[in-house]
């Protein structure tokens, strides 16, 4: 299959014709580390206007999310359900102030959507709905299930001769539960080298460290004897989280996984590393120091 990729460089900005469509990927680190932060701004405006959400996990996947959607996946916000697109599946959907905050800063919707999140009419609910939102490939909230759907998706990709890569991204806790290790073996078993699996490894579950909860240890080992490459990564580190892309694209025959160890909350320093932090909504005072932490104008 031929895939036309026509690319204008310059400093910041890559400008690439593909099938026909314009896309604008960001190449400049520090541009990137700024988007990074705009959607980290969203996430907290999401979860205090709600005053409910889940703010740790959402700030843990930041910087992953930045990279996939302003630098990584092929997408079109004015068409996002394009069939050619990259896929995103947010298996850990209670994430879902972070894909927001992405999506709207991406143009899928408005920044001041987000003030909307959680509320009675929104099409913001607590969790993703792909009926609903632009950009939103699958439906999640239930954990452990994403995984089976990003292989459906893959698998279809590779049927119709798709040249489409498919991401999920996976809780280190949620995959404690579900179906994740039989989805895994399954993309393992069709080597489902058109998939990429992102497990965000921030150490901790809803009520406590994940070893303590039910250990998942060691996650590289279980997803290659499913059949995975492993790749290990700083999950806040910009240019290691390009390159393993980079890398994860030229693997052939064989899913990939990246381990990211992050840090729950990172960005804000009171909520860093915090179980507190899983699904509680800032006050007035901790939304106005979360802000400025993160260069707003409060
Ligand atoms: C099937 C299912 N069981 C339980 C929950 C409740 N729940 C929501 S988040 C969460 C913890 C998930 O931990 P992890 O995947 O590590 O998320 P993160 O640290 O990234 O927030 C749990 C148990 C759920 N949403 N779905
Ligand atoms: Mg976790």
Known sequence: MSVSILRIICQKFVIIFYKGVVILKITNINELQEKAKEVRRGIIEEIYSANSGHPGGSLSIADILTVLYFNEMNVDEKNPNWEDRDRLVLSKGHASPALYSTLANRG?????DLK?????????QGHPDMKHIPGVDMTTGSLGQGLS????????????????RVYCILGDGEIEEGQVWEAAMTSGKYKLDNLCVIVDNNNLQIDGEISDVMNPYPIDE????????????????????????EVAKNVKEQPVCIIAKTIKGKGISFMENQVGWHGKAPNEEQ???????????K
């Not at 899928?108 to 001041?112: A, G, K, L, N, R």
């Not at 990003?150 to 279809?156: D, L, Q, R, W």
């Not at 939304?287 to 104008?297: H, R, T, V």
């Open 222 to 245: 279980k997803f290659k004897a499913s059949g995975f490459k492993i790749i290990c990564i700083d999950g806040h580190n910009i240019e290691k989280i390009i390159s393993a892309f």
């Open 108 to 112: 899928y919707f408005t920044v001041e």
């Open 116 to 124: 909307t999140f959680r509320g009675i009419n929104s099409k913001l």
């Open 149 to 164: 759907a990003a292989n459906g998706m893959a698998i279809a990709g590779k049927i119709d001769n798709k040249n489409y």
């Open 287 to 297: 939304y106005n120091q979360a802000i400025k932490e993160l260069g707003g104008a």
